[in-house]
């Protein structure tokens, strides 16, 4: 099917990492401020059917170790085609373009980050119509409703700029159709495996008032995506009992994640960031991290490119959070998550949050509480713990109440264990026996760091 492109395709590729030494351009990433990945239905007439076009400096005309701008525009058209399938083939891309050896593809929607190998460039891949004719030959085959689809490659800065609003706007529209929705009134939720090829246990859970993390596919997107390709990576599930309305517990979800990820995962909490939280990929817009000096949440999105309250990047808690794990306090979300009243539900909502980028704050106004908006802490109050720890203080947040409990509990000489430990597969191999600890969660009266001393050369002579 690819024997015109120069490097193999197929899905023995997908979850190839290139790291920065070994890649020949970056194109999008943290570091440029536009970037996109749209699909819009259009009349026949209006697709040239097959069509790549590449506007802007192609692979060759690039220079090697440089960033770039992206935008992916697939235009297509079939009488079977409607405006709400537009999502679920546009996270199709993801997919499809990491069958391809030496090409990198992370992310979604405005947040894109593409690299190419040195390998790959060296082998001949010096054109990006490559991707398109990837694109084109794989959507038409696993979905035959598409009857004609063109492709428009943008890496020149302007003409991306030019659609950059145009998509988002799109982006917002499509969400705005799930909002009115809730998880009482439906019986089917959805889960998404695209992203297992890279955290293999990782169990998305798409439901009306939880988006999947990446942002990019509501429960609508999910059950379209299931209808029109029921082998998909996108499939049903029953609900089930709900065991704890709190936390967003249900047997089918539970039965669900034990299957798909072999074990590894077999409780989700849909609602809280703690014991049994979503399992998080890598391509979570944003992250959810607990602050146990202020017994509060910080909120950062992938774009912020200062350090946050803790003193850590967004790259720094993406290890910690990714991979599909399920780790206490580290939460991947999405931004349309954070504007559903299930929200961290179970562990207090927005009355929880400490802190967030300024920007993002702005941005979800109409989502805090009008009494909250002013008591949560941004990077242009606080810089540190402390100083948020103040702030919170002297604008009494809600926050505060759980640190006057702290408090009564310590006076009454009942300390609590701490947990110091979580993790989903904890090995520990001793006496020629390698003992695996499934979901393990330790705890300690007590953690003490002590420096340890390097010995002195010759010390164990005397």
């Known amino acids: 099917m690819f024997e015109d492109i120069p490097v193999d395709v197929g899905l023995v590729h997908v979850g190839e990492r290139i790291r920065k030494n070994d890649m020949f351009v970056e194109l999008g990433g943290p570091s440029i401020e536009e970037k996109f990945e749209l699909v819009r ?54 997919e499809y373009s990491n069958y391809i050896e030496g090409f990198m593809h992370l992310n979604q929607r405005y947040d894109i980050w593409v690299r190419v190998s040195k390998k790959a460039y060296s082998r001949g891949f010096t054109t990006l119509a490559n991707v398109g004719k990837v694109m084109i030959a794989l959507l038409k085959n696993e979905l035959p409703i598409i009857e004609r689809i063109q492709v428009t490659i943008f890496t020149d800065k302007t003409e991306i700029s030019a659609r950059y609003s145009d998509a988002k706007s799109i982006y917002e529209a499509r969400d705005a159709r799930a909002r009115g929705l809730t998880d009482d009134d439906v ?140 780790v206490d306090g580290f939460h991947g979300i999405s931004l349309e998550y954070m504007r559903s009243p299930k929200f961290l ?58 640190w006057k409990a702290e408090e009564e509990v310590l006076v009454n000489g009942t300390n609590a264990a701490v947990q110091v430990f979580s993790g989903g597969d904890f090995p520990l191999t001793s006496g020629g026996f390698k003992i695996i600890f499934k979901n393990a969660r330790i705890t300690a009266d007590r953690v003490i760091i002590e420096p340890v001393q390097p010995k002195k050369p010759g010390a164990d002579k005397k």
Not at 57 to 63: G, I, N, S, T, W
Not at 64 to 91: M, N, S, T, W
Not at 350 to 370: C, G, H, N, T
Request: proline content about 6%.
């Open 187 to 326: 019986d089917v939720f959805y889960g998404c495996a695209l992203c297992q090829s890279f955290a293999p246990s990782h169990v998305c859970v798409i439901t009306p008032q939880r988006y999947a993390n990446c942002g990019a596919i509501s429960w609508f997107d999910g059950r379209a995506a299931a209808r029109i390709d029921p082998k998909g990576p996108i499939f049903p599930i029953e609900k089930g009992e709900c065991l704890d309305p709190v936390r967003g517990e249900y047997t089918g979800i539970n039965d669900s994640a034990k299957k798909r990820s072999l074990g590894t995962v077999h409780r989700v909490y849909l609602y809280s960031a703690f014991a049994y939280p979503h399992t998080s990929c890598g391509c979570f817009e944003g992250i959810a991290f607990y602050i146990p000096e202020v017994e509060g949440f910080g909120i950062v999105m992938r774009g912020y490119k200062d350090v946050t309250v803790n003193g850590l990047p967004f790259s720094t808690m993406a290890d910690s959070t990714a991979g599909g794990r399920q």
């Open 41 to 94: 239905v259009k009349k026949p007439e209006e697709v040239c059917d097959g069509a790549i076009t590449v506007v802007g400096p192609d692979l060759l005309e690039m220079e090697e170790g440089q960033k770039y701008p992206l935008g992916i525009l697939i235009e297509i058209a079939g009488p079977e085609l409607e405006e709400d399938i537009e999502g679920v083939i546009e996270r199709r891309i993801h």
């Open 345 to 402: 539900a179970a562990d207090g909502g927005y009355a929880r949050v400490a802190w967030m980028p300024s920007d993002l704050k702005e941005q979800m106004r109409d989502f805090i509480p009008a009494d909250l908006f002013s008591q949560i802490a941004t990077e242009k109050d606080v810089r540190t713990v402390s100083e948020l720890r103040d702030f919170l203080s002297s604008h009494t947040h809600p926050v505060m109440q759980r």
